[in-house]
């Protein structure tokens, strides 16, 4: 089935997310360690996938451009808004504290290439192992956020299930329009410019700076345009 992968990977957010609110008792010291261990390995995977371009431009051109778009619509904040509506529903005994931890679990198992990669993976090839690989790490890292972050964490499953999903039903037709070679260069970029969003997400994490970066995800349909005028008029 088209969406084995996809539900494997929210059912896993969801499972990990309960078991983290059962080792709530994990000192803070240890939460503090633990959040910056993974804040940094964030960092360094959106390294190597910045690293992977080919027409780095593309990538500047497009993060600037999605940039405007995405504070022109406010992303961040509509985010936050539904958040915060999950918060209102499910009630937190920190203000914010669902909110935050919904948006900022939803933007790391969102933003990533594997997230788009593994998904066109099961819709193209109906190959489900890359998303089985994504998976593990977020269900790993599901743990960690949720016994740091708290109960929003396992609402991230629900973006997650729905964008992969869409992603993986629509690459069952993409092949018959987009040619193989836009596709892969597609790919390349929207790994680089991802990549850049992800090192963004470990910097919020460590506390170094405040990057808005949900008002950055236009970019990856910027980088799609790029790609194609650059395939067919250059």
Request: no cysteine; proline share 1%.
């Amino acid at each position: 089935m088209v969406l084995t992968g996809t539900l494997v990977n929210g059912l896993a957010i969801i499972i990990a997310s309960l078991i983290g609110l059962l080792v709530r008792n994990i000192s803070e010291q240890m939460k503090t360690t633990t959040m910056q261990a993974i804040a940094l390995a964030v960092v360094v995977l959106g390294f190597g996938m910045a690293l992977k371009s080919e027409q780095f431009l593309i990538v500047i051109g497009s993060l600037v451009i999605g940039g405007i778009i995405g504070e022109k619509i406010d992303l961040e904040a509509r985010l936050a808004r539904l958040g915060a509506w999950v918060e209102i529903k499910v009630g937190a005994k920190e203000d914010g504290s669902i909110a935050k931890a919904f948006v900022t679990a939803t933007l790391i198992y969102v933003v990533g290439a594997m997230a788009i990669l593994g998904a066109l993976d099961s819709g193209l090839r109906g190959d489900h192992s890359v998303l089985y690989t994504k998976s593990l790490l977020d269900g790993f890292s599901a743990i960690i956020f949720t016994s740091t972050l708290g109960l929003g964490v396992i609402f991230s499953a629900i973006p997650v299930v729905l964008y992969q999903g869409v992603i993986a039903l629509l690459a069952t037709q993409i092949n018959q329009f987009v040619p193989e070679v836009l596709m892969n260069a597609f790919i390349l970029e929207m790994t680089a410019t991802g990549g850049i969003m992800i090192i963004a997400i470990g910097l919020n994490i460590l506390g170094i700076l405040h990057v808005r970066v949900a008002n950055l995800l236009p970019s990856i349909v910027v980088v799609a345009a790029f790609v194609t005028i650059l395939h067919y008029f250059v």
